[in-house]
Structure formats: structure tokens, C-alpha cells
């Protein structure tokens, strides 16, 4: 006989029911805490949540990325559309690469971002 | 079966003939069971710790109401009306070997120790209403 109980999973993997912790075998990575169901089979609990918010965080996380990247190359073109501009000093252009340069810190602040979100699937 | 006590009748009203003459009370569960009150809402899983008919599960497990009897090493013990572990049944028992059948005085207490220091932990018997006597067709020890 198998039982499916409400369950939640702590960010350490600690699974509770009914406010006892329970050994589990966790399905998912269990590294944020995350509300689910325990299935009890005999003795043998195996934790289930549902990854549709990590899913949507992953999304979020993703389209901010990519708008940044979007601005990086918006940036670019200003800045190699002023040089082109030029017949023969390019100093006009330097206004343009210091937002590039900040452009390409935003980004880089982004994939770190993104690279946690990974790290903490429930 | 592992303390969990489950009563049947072959013909309408045995059952509460049964209750007349022992004075215990016993009702009809939502399962269709009869059993003891105290028994009657018993779950079908355990989680170790929590509780489980007013005593503290010492597994987590799933499965019959018996099993999870079995698993937590509880019984049901019917003269005090609790669920109790099986080690702390001291009551001492004798059980006659006859043909086909056992025979002990009364409902045996589930958990009881024989004279061979065996331990009680299942048991089919039937009742006879006019011997007011119980024959045992299969008893379980530890």
C-alpha cells in the first residue's frame, strides 16, 4: 500500500510531514526550500515538488539577460556607427564605449544571476 | 492481527450479542470494519514521532492498519483502551492446543506472554455465544 502525503522540503533537504521530519529520497535537487508531497511506499518516502516556479524564475532571469544584451547591442552600433562617422579622429567614440563597458557589466551581473538561479532548483 | 482488532458476524446481530455479553463497545468504522472505538479512526500510514491513536510513531510507514501496527511493535490493549507497545504487555496467558483449534480463557490480550514465554501478536478465534467460549483457529507468537 502506497500513501501520497503534503510534505515540504527545507533548503538543507530536510523533508517534513506533519511536522516530523522524514528520511526521503528527494526527486528533485532539494537546495531551496519548496512545498510538495511525500510518497509512502511501506517504509520508503520519496519527496516530489512541483519545479514550476523555478521554472519561472528561470525564465524571468533569462529575459533579463537577454534585454541586456539587447542594450549591449544597441550600444555597439552607436558607438561603431560614431567611428564610421569619423574621417579622422574616432575620440567622439569614447562616450559610447564607457556604455558599452557598463553594458557588458550589467550582463556580466546577469549570468551570474542566472547561473544561481540553477544552482538553487528546488 | 498485530493488535488491530477486526470483527465480523456470519449472521445479523452477532456482533451485538457479542457487546451485551462482554460489555465491550465496538462500532461499525467507515470501512466497514467493526472494531473498537479506539480503532476506528486509525490511519493508514505512520510518520516516526508524530502521533498514531494517541501514541508516538516509532516508524514511518504505509500500509493496513495492522501493518502499521506491526511496523510501530504497538498493540491495541482492550482493558486499558490504548494503543500501547507490545513489550509492555506483562499479562500472562495459557494456551490449550486442541484438534483443530486453540483455546485460552477469554479474548486474549494481544501481546500476552504463554507459559513458554512466547508473545501473542496475532490471532483468529471464534466466539461461541451459548459456550460464552473462544476457540483460537491460528495464533501468532514472537
Known amino acids: 500500500m502506497s500513501k501520497i502525503l503534503p510534505a515540504s522540503c527545507s533548503a538543507s533537504s530536510v523533508v517534513t510531514v506533519e511536522g516530523k521530519g522524514v528520511t ?32 519561472h524564475d528561470l525564465i524571468a532571469t533569462t529575459n533579463e539577460l537577454i534585454q541586456k544584451l539587447q542594450d549591449v547591442f544597441t550600444q555597439t552600433i552607436v558607438a561603431l556607427s560614431a567611428l564610421d562617422a569619423v ?8 562616450a559610447a564605449i564607457a556604455l558599452v563597458t557598463t553594458k557588458n557589466i550589467l550582463v556580466t551581473t546577469a ?12 | 492481527m498485530h493488535g488491530y482488532f477486526k470483527f465480523e458476524e456470519t449472521l445479523v446481530g452477532q456482533i451485538s450479542d457479542f457487546i451485551s455479553i462482554f460489555g465491550l463497545d465496538i462500532v461499525l ?7 473498537f472505538p ?15 491513536l494517541g501514541a508516538a510513531a516509532t516508524k514511518t510507514y504505509a500500509g493496513s492498519p495492522s501493518d502499521i501496527m506491526r511496523e510501530n511493535g504497538f498493540v491495541y490493549d482492550f ?16 494456551v490449550t492446543s486442541s484438534n483443530r483449534y486453540f483455546i485460552s480463557n477469554g479474548l486474549i490480550l494481544p ?32
Open chain 1, 24 to 55: 526521503s529520497i528527494i526527486l528533485s535537487a532539494g537546495k531551496k526550500s519548496s512545498t510538495g508531497v511525500v510518497l509512502l511506499e511501506e517504509g520508503v518516502s520519496t519527496y516530489v515538488t512541483s519545479n514550476a516556479t523555478d521554472i
Open chain 1, 87 to 94: 574621417t579622422t579622429s574616432p575620440g567622439s567614440a569614447s
Open chain 1, 111 to 122: 549570468n551570474a544571476q542566472y547561473v544561481l538561479t540553477k544552482d538553487l532548483l528546488k
Open chain 2, 29 to 35: 468504522n467507515d470501512k466497514g470494519i467493526f472494531t
Open chain 2, 38 to 52: 479506539a480503532l476506528a479512526e486509525a490511519k493508514d500510514y505512520s510518520i516516526l514521532g508524530a502521533d498514531y
Open chain 2, 79 to 94: 482493558v486499558e483502551e490504548e494503543v500501547v507497545p507490545i513489550a509492555s504487555i506483562s499479562k500472562a496467558i495459557a
Open chain 2, 111 to 142: 501481546g500476552s506472554v504463554t507459559e513458554d514465554g512466547d508473545r501473542v501478536t496475532d490471532y483468529s478465534a471464534w466466539f461461541y455465544k451459548e459456550e460464552l467460549l473462544f476457540r483460537y483457529t491460528e495464533i501468532d507468537f514472537v
